[in-house]
């Protein structure tokens, strides 16, 4: 069964930091392009930034909201995907969600199909 | 970044009924569209990718349509299970956006 599940999400004060984890099992993750969305409380979707996979270079994108305070990170070996949250604001309060963003073989067509539960994480003082 | 406007906000509809959600980019971005359905305390679901495939397992009264700025998503004939909220996405280049949401209500 193709599965995600988040990990890490805690309630910590604004400048904290957190670190979120995402446990990936029953495809290839290394070959998978990975992407963390958000949600705040009573909002819509955001997202967060994207890490491809290695073989087609490793890259990170990020939204600008966390650009320069956030970091997508992997660990193919261990089939999990992170994210390093630095200089957190109230604003970042949020569920967080992994998901992978599949490409159409063959094409440029890019779309979130697997996504996790989420995990809570908790900015205030 | 490529604004993605949705329309309406909120719908009321009965059991049986056609409905359509709209969404309007900012600029052109094809086809590189995508749909997703988001049920209270869960996390969304793809229903449509590149504007009009329907994604495996879901529905064939769910419907897509549109290229360049303006796409719809076409409920057929509306299911209890289909009162959730959806979400157009582009994903023509990063950041990648979602459109505000239409939350989908009972009658």
């Known amino acids: 069964e193709v599965q995600l599940v988040e990990s890490g999400g805690d309630l910590v004060k604004p400048g904290g930091s957190l670190r979120l984890s995402c446990a990936a099992s029953?495809?290839?993750?290394?070959?998978?392009?990975m992407t963390w969305v958000r949600q705040a409380p009573g909002k819509g979707l955001e997202w967060v930034g994207r890490?491809?996979?290695?073989?087609?270079?490793?890259?990170?994108d990020y939204a600008a909201p966390v650009k320069g305070r956030f970091t997508i990170s992997r660990d193919d070996s261990k089939n999990t995907l992170f994210l390093q949250m630095n200089g957190l604001k109230t604003d970042d309060t949020a569920v967080y969600y992994c998901?992978?963003?599949?490409?159409?073989?063959?094409?440029?067509?890019?779309?979130?199909?697997?996504w996790g539960k989420g995990t809570t994480v908790t900015v205030s003082s | 970044d490529i604004q993605m406007t949705q329309s309406p906000s909120s719908l009321s509809a009965s059991v049986g009924d056609r409905v359509t959600i709209t969404c309007r980019a900012s600029?052109?971005?094809?086809?590189?569209l995508n749909w997703y359905q988001q049920e209270p305390g869960k996390a969304p679901n793809l229903l449509i990718y590149?504007?009009?495939s329907l994604q495996s397992g879901v529905p064939s009264r769910f419907s897509g349509s549109g290229s360049g700025t303006d796409f719809t998503l076409t409920i057929s004939s509306l299911q209890p299970e289909d009162f959730a909220t959806y979400f157009c996405?582009?994903?023509?280049?990063?950041?990648?956006?979602f459109g505000q949401g239409t939350k989908l209500e009972i009658k």
């Open positions: 998901t992978t963003d599949t490409n159409l073989p063959g094409y440029y067509y890019y779309y979130m199909d697997v």
């Open positions: 029953g495809f290839t993750f290394r070959n998978a392009w």
């Open positions: 890490i491809k996979s290695e073989t087609d270079g490793g890259t990170t």
């Open positions: 600029q052109s971005i094809s086809n590189y």
């Open positions: 590149a504007a009009s």
């Open positions: 996405q582009q994903s023509d280049s990063t950041p990648y956006t």
